[in-house]
Each structure stands twice: as C-alpha cells, then as structure tokens.
C-alpha cells in the first residue's frame, strides 16, 4: 500500500521569501510519480509539478521547484519568491507506476503568504 | 488545453432525492476519469474509476449502487449519488487522464448538500 506524509499542516511565509513544504512517501512498487497539487479557496485542484521515480534531475516548473531525495523517499515541494496568490492548500500526490494511475493524497499542507 | 469541467458546480437536494454530477473533458480525449471526494478540511479520497465503455472500478468501502459512475464517451463521466442522505453532503471532484504518460487533470469540483 501507498502512503503520503505531510507533517505540516499550516505553514506561513513573507511575500517573496521561499517556501519548503515537506512531503514524504512509502511504497513498495519500483515505478511510481509524485505529483504537487495547489487547491485554493474555491476548490479547484491545480497540477502544479510532477517527478518520475526514475527521472535523475529535480523536476522544476517556474518558480516551483521538487526537491526529490529517492532513498529518503521524500518530495518537498520549494516555492520561490512568495507571492500572496500562492495562499492556499498543497498536497502532496502518489501514483504508482509512473503517471496516469490512481493517486494517493497527503493531508495536505496550508500555505499563507504576509506581506 | 486539458480542460476538465465540471456540472453543476453546487448542489442542494432533499434527503432521499438522486443528484446526478457531470465531468467532461473539454479539450481532450479520457479514456481513464477518476471521482474523488473531499470532506471539509481533509484530503481527496478516491472514490472509483472510471473506463470509457466498461464497469467503473470502486474503492474500498465505497458502495457502488450508491454511487453510479457512467463513463458513456471519452469526454463525459457522470456520477450518480442515489437516494442521497446528509452524510453524503461532501465536495466531489474527478479528474481525467488524457492518455500518454501524462497527469490527471481536475474538474472545479462539485458541492453536494443534502437536507
């Protein structure tokens, strides 16, 4: 079975500093993706990044970075340069066998940003 | 691109009473959707999934005559919650896959409150 950790519940950041928000995972299949997902106040839930087990560099997708450390099996998520629209919920997101399969979700993290 | 909607956006209904909830992929091909479900502050919970064309797959302790999935077209899934009661007030969310190695794509989720 597939487990996402996030000991984080809430979180708060300055406008324009970085953000770590923790994510650690536990499973037994070889092949497996780890996803970011934003959900703000109305709800939507917003592809932000993903990364491959297999892949060997940290994925990055503006100013969203993964910090992927595959034998302490984690998957932070860094934000750069907070802005005030990045307060919102964050979870952390497993699929096994790469992409396109059933996702298994964190708690969930909650970001707000001060100016 | 990859567009995913959902209908209607907010539910209210008497206790007893069926809702039916849509979710089309808008600018591409499903072959794969998936409907989660979300209480107030916790995580999405998968529900089932959902195959163009054959039986919807059900999680674990969720009650597949109660919750119809109709996967009738690679753009639409419905899910169908039957003789709904309070407890199934919830916010229900799909997603779909479009096929190829990529990530799920989610709808804006629907909120269901039933009286």
């Known amino acids: 079975a597939q487990k996402i950790t996030q000991t984080q519940p809430g979180m708060f950041v300055q406008e324009k500093e970085a953000v770590t928000l923790d994510c650690t995972y536990d499973t037994s299949d070889p092949s497996y993706g780890l996803f970011w997902y934003k959900q703000p106040s109305s709800g939507e839930m917003i592809f932000l990044i993903y990364q491959g087990s297999y892949d060997q560099q940290n994925a990055t997708e503006g100013r969203y970075s993964l910090n992927f450390q595959k034998a302490r099996k984690s998957a932070n998520l860094v934000i750069s340069a907070s802005q005030l629209g990045d307060s919102a919920m964050y979870f952390c997101?497993?699929?096994?066998?790469?992409?396109?399969?059933?996702?298994?979700f964190g708690t969930g993290t909650r970001l707000q940003v001060t100016l | 691109g990859a567009v995913v909607s959902q209908h209607p956006s907010r539910v209210i209904c008497k206790s007893g009473t069926s809702v039916k909830i849509e979710c089309r992929s808008l600018?591409?091909?499903?072959?794969?959707m998936f409907w989660y479900r979300q209480f107030p502050k916790q995580s999405l919970m998968l529900m089932a999934t959902s195959n163009e064309g054959s039986k919807a797959t059900y999680e674990q302790g969720v009650e597949k005559d109660k919750f119809l999935i109709n996967h009738a077209s690679l753009t639409l899934s419905t899910l169908t919650v039957t003789s709904a009661h309070p407890e199934d007030s919830s916010f229900y969310i799909c997603?779909?896959?479009?096929?190829?190695?990529?990530?799920?794509?989610f709808g804006p989720g629907t909120r269901l409150l039933v009286l």
């Open positions: 600018d591409f091909q499903a072959t794969t």
């Open positions: 997101a497993m699929s096994s066998g790469g992409t396109a399969s059933k996702l298994t």
């Open positions: 997603s779909a896959e479009p096929g190829g190695g990529e990530t799920q794509y």
